[in-house]
Structure formats: structure tokens, C-alpha cells
């Protein structure tokens, strides 16, 4: 069974950093592009960042300059490490990929189960 896992959440206060990882874990045959969202209450889930196998990075534009996604092949994981972080960065934080199976060679997208990220003024 294929999962993504995220972890690293938690508590800061405003110009401060925090570093996410996003774990997939299961049967995998390879993992396309990793996607980190966040969503807002109220708010739809809106893209942060991405990147591809050959690390080819894409972000948000009130980011960019700020937060830098990273993954690990070797280790399945996505990384993304949030510098400068202002209030309004606040949300629950997900991690989402294409990834194949290794048992029959057959795709889908997976979502991770989000993580709290509050950055207080």
C-alpha cells in the first residue's frame, strides 16, 4: 500500500524558518512530480511549489525567493524548507504525487494526510 506521509509542522514565529518532508512509503516503482499545496479554511487548496524527477522546480509567486523544494530519490521524499515566513503563510500544508506501483506497474495520485504550519505575528 502506497502513502505519502508528511511531517515537520508546527509553531513559528513571523521571519522565522521551517522545514517539511513529505515521506511516500509502500511498493513504489518511481514517483513522478512531488507537489506541495496548502489550504486555508475557507480557501481552496492552492499550489506552493513542485518538482519534477530531474528537479526541475516550479512556485508559487508569492514565494518564490523564500521557500525551495528539494526531493530525494533514493529516499522518496519531498522536501520544502520555508524561510522568511509571514503570517498569512498559515495553513495546513500537503504533499501530493503521481506515483507508480511496483506490484503492477500502474499509476495514480496520492495525497498526504497535511500538516499544521501556524506562523504567529
Known amino acids: 500500500q502506497v502513502q505519502l506521509v508528511e511531517s515537520g509542522g508546527g509553531l513559528v514565529q513571523a521571519g522565522g524558518p521551517l522545514s517539511l518532508s513529505c515521506a511516500a512509503s509502500g511498493r513504489i516503482s518511481s514517483i513522478y512530480t512531488m507537489y506541495w499545496y496548502r489550504q486555508t479554511p475557507g480557501y481552496q487548496r492552492e499550489l506552493v511549489a513542485s518538482i519534477t524527477s530531474e528537479d526541475n522546480t516550479n512556485y508559487a509567486g508569492s514565494v518564490k525567493g523564500r521557500f525551495t523544494i528539494s526531493r530525494d530519490n533514493a529516499k522518496n521524499t519531498a522536501y520544502l524548507q520555508m524561510n522568511s515566513l509571514k503570517p498569512e503563510n498559515t495553513a495546513v500544508y500537503y504533499c501530493?504525487?503521481?506515483?507508480?506501483?511496483?506490484?503492477?506497474?500502474?499509476?495514480?495520485?496520492?495525497w498526504g494526510q497535511g500538516t499544521q504550519v501556524t506562523v504567529s505575528s
Open positions: 501530493h504525487a503521481y506515483i507508480i506501483r511496483s506490484a503492477s506497474y500502474t499509476g495514480a495520485g496520492y
